[in-house]
């Protein structure tokens, strides 16, 4: 009698999954891996193994299901690498430099290995811890409708926040919080979107990265197009904070046709005092609270410096009912100061594993 040999995961395969349940934010992952009819746990650990462990069976009773399930599951990366969780620059710059740095890019691209999709990019954690940080590689080119999008990978320090139980180091129990900190080497995937007069660069923030590694990330992609362009390069950025309080009041257009919440503010009261507000509740917002409707009646406004706001998902694809959330992370001294002092020069981007997300919030800003 022969027996059946045992369904095993391929390498590429086992790599797709790692990549989902542990590269992007876990409230994005799980929606996910539930709307493909994946067994879910407690944590990532415990939902990765279930994960595996229903992709192993699913592999050895339906095959063509399995790829199927595979091959969404990389649809999403994708997505998830070229959109998700980016800082958002926009430049303008000249065109004929544009059309230059088009051709050579295209040109550097065409003679490079093309990969089959984004996710045979990703990196295991010898291969990211083996590589020097901060040095952009072209991993992805195209061209559509006059508009060119360039992919670089590249190997990052971040630093890792957690907070502990204050319950677990007895010595500090009469603190509020403990954070431990420690610096993990990750892959990160920043993008260029050459359109008309326009640079758009997006910097992958992987979630958690702080205004002064966005900016150094950023430097280093712009380093790149000196590199490609010459000395010459020329660009003004766009200054992100005019938008916020259009944003806020939402009677003009494009914000008065479009639907959503606000959950992050900032702002300086009448008595010269900062206040900071977030909410959780997706379904919330903070417009809608009684602390804001009368501090804006008593005093005709208030000075917002920066906002946060959630919009409904559209994916047919997976059923997902949850938000994407956009940013724009203005500063006190940006309100102080005005024009004069430095411009908020990007916006926030959260939760997109696509195009069309991507899109969604884009069509607030740019």
């Known amino acids: 009698m022969i027996g059946h040999t045992p369904a095993v995961l391929s390498d590429s395969e086992l790599k797709s999954v790692l ?25 990532r650990e415990a939902t990765t193994d279930k994960v595996v462990e229903a992709l192993l069976e699913l592999k050895k009773i339906d095959p063509n299901k399995f790829n199927t399930t595979i091959g969404t599951i990389n649809d999403v990366l994708d997505g998830q690498i070229m959109f998700g969780e980016k800082a958002l620059f926009s430049l303008t710059v ?19 290995k093309k990969p089959n999709s984004l996710s045979e990019t990703l990196l295991d954690e010898a291969q990211v811890n083996s590589l020097v940080k901060n040095k952009p590689e072209l991993v992805f080119h195209s061209s559509h409708n006059n508009i060119s999008i360039v992919l670089f990978s590249s190997i990052r320090e971040q630093v890792i926040r957690e907070k502990i139980p204050t319950q677990a180091l007895p010595q500090f129990n009469n603190y509020d919080e403990i954070i431990a900190k420690r610096k993990e080497k990750k892959q990160c995937y920043d993008v260029c979107i050459f359109s008309g007069d326009k640079i758009h660069i997006l910097i992958d923030t992987a979630g958690n990265a702080i205004g002064e590694s966005i900016l150094f990330s950023k430097g280093n992609i712009v380093s790149e197009l000196y590199l490609e362009y010459g000395s010459n390069f020329k660009a003004n950025e766009k200054d992100f904070y005019p938008l916020i309080e259009p944003i806020f009041n939402q009677n003009s257009l494009p914000y008065s046709n479009l639907d ?3 959950f992050d503010l ?13 909410k959780n509740t997706a ?30 998902r559209n994916n047919p694809q997976l059923q997902l009912a949850d938000n994407l959330e956009l940013i724009i992370p203005g500063t006190l001294r940006r309100h102080l100061g005005g024009s004069s002092t430095s411009p908020v020069s990007y916006a926030l981007l959260s939760k997109c594993i696509c195009k069309d997300d991507f899109e969604t919030l884009t069509k607030l800003i740019l």
């Open 94 to 112: 000249d065109k004929l430099i544009i059309d230059d740095l088009k051709s050579k890019f295209l040109t550097k691209w065409n003679a490079n």
């Open 260 to 262: 959503y919440k606000v």
């Open 19 to 43: 990549t989902l349940t542990e590269r992007l934010s876990w409230n994005v992952a799980r929606p996910i891996v539930g709307s493909l009819g994946l067994p879910t746990g407690k944590g």
């Open 283 to 312: 379904n919330k917002d903070l417009r809608d609270d009684i602390f804001n409707k009368e501090g804006i009646k008593a005093v005709g406004n208030i000075g917002l410096y920066r906002i946060g706001i959630r919009v409904e």
């Open 266 to 278: 900032s702002f300086l009261t009448n008595e010269g005092t900062t206040h900071k507000e977030k």
